[in-house]
């Protein structure tokens, strides 16, 4: 039985909702884990990852965009709280942070199909990416080489990690998502 499709009593409403705070826990837990697995790291922030993005964006398809986005928020800051700061900067935590890592909960507005997954996934990412280039071109504009436009070389330096980022997480998501729905949903039942 998906969430979906559960009747909507108070004791299925409680259940469903201890279900979902769980599956959130487990999912902040597992991408937090899998973000540990650094591929490369780049010098003022960002890096790729063994593919941690991943849990946040099949707890989002399957509990759907709102909670998806609050999920990947809450593994935001968690992950500045816990992790190394290249900024304190306010907007910078927002941004890179809590606004970043909450797009990737925009996966759940799609659907849950495979396909739906994998447009989702890619959306995530992209408003992601765009969050990081904000945040660069305005936090990080000193950074630039001199005469260098701060908003291209935000672009430049945050597609450096997040293109990949983006064909790791999406690879994942193409080869193995109707194995681990199948999985979520055969002990969810």
Same mark, same amino acid.
């Given at each position: 039985?998906?969430?979906?499709?559960?009747?909507?009593?108070?004791?299925?409403?409680?259940?469903?909702?201890?279900?979902?705070?769980?599956?959130?826990?487990?999912?902040?837990?597992?991408?937090?884990?899998?973000?540990?697995?650094?591929?490369?790291?780049?010098?003022?922030?960002?890096?790729?990852?063994?593919?941690?993005?991943?849990?946040?964006?099949? +707890?989002?398809?399957?509990?759907?965009?709102?909670?998806?986005?609050?999920?990947?928020?809450?593994?935001?800051?968690?992950?500045?709280?816990?992790?190394?700061?290249?900024?304190?900067?306010?907007?910078?935590?927002?941004?890179?942070?809590?606004?970043?890592?909450?797009?990737?909960?925009?996966?759940?507005? +799609?659907?849950?199909?495979?396909?739906?997954?994998?447009?989702?996934?890619?959306?995530?990412?992209?408003?992601?990416?765009?969050?990081?280039?904000?945040?660069?071109?305005?936090?990080?504009?000193?950074?630039?080489?001199?005469?260098?436009?701060?908003?291209v070389y935000s672009i430049v330096?945050?597609?450096?990690?997040?293109?990949?980022?983006?064909?790791?997480?999406?690879?994942?998501?193409?080869?193995?998502?109707?194995?681990?729905?199948?999985?979520?949903?055969?002990?969810?039942?």
């Amino acid at each position: 039985m998906t969430t979906a499709n559960m009747v909507k009593t108070p004791n299925t409403v409680s259940k469903a909702n201890t279900r979902m705070l769980v599956e959130a826990g487990l999912a902040i837990a597992i991408a937090y884990v899998l973000h540990f697995v650094v591929l490369f790291q780049m010098p003022q922030g960002g890096s790729v990852n063994a593919a941690n993005m991943v849990p946040l964006f099949i +707890f989002a398809l399957r509990w759907g965009g709102k909670a998806g986005m609050l999920t990947g928020a809450v593994y935001g800051l968690v992950a500045f709280l816990l992790g190394f700061k290249f900024s304190l900067h306010p907007l910078s935590i927002i941004l890179d942070y809590i606004v970043g890592f909450g797009a990737l909960g925009v996966a759940g507005f +799609f659907g849950d199909s495979r396909p739906a997954a994998i447009i989702g996934s890619f959306t995530g990412c992209t408003l992601r990416w765009l969050s990081s280039v904000i945040s660069g071109a305005v936090v990080f504009a000193s950074y630039a080489p001199a005469g260098q436009n701060p908003w291209v070389y935000s672009i430049v330096y945050n597609a450096t990690y997040m293109i990949p980022e983006m064909l790791i997480n999406g690879l994942v998501i193409v080869l193995f998502y109707t194995q681990i729905m199948k999985g979520i949903n055969s002990v969810t039942k």
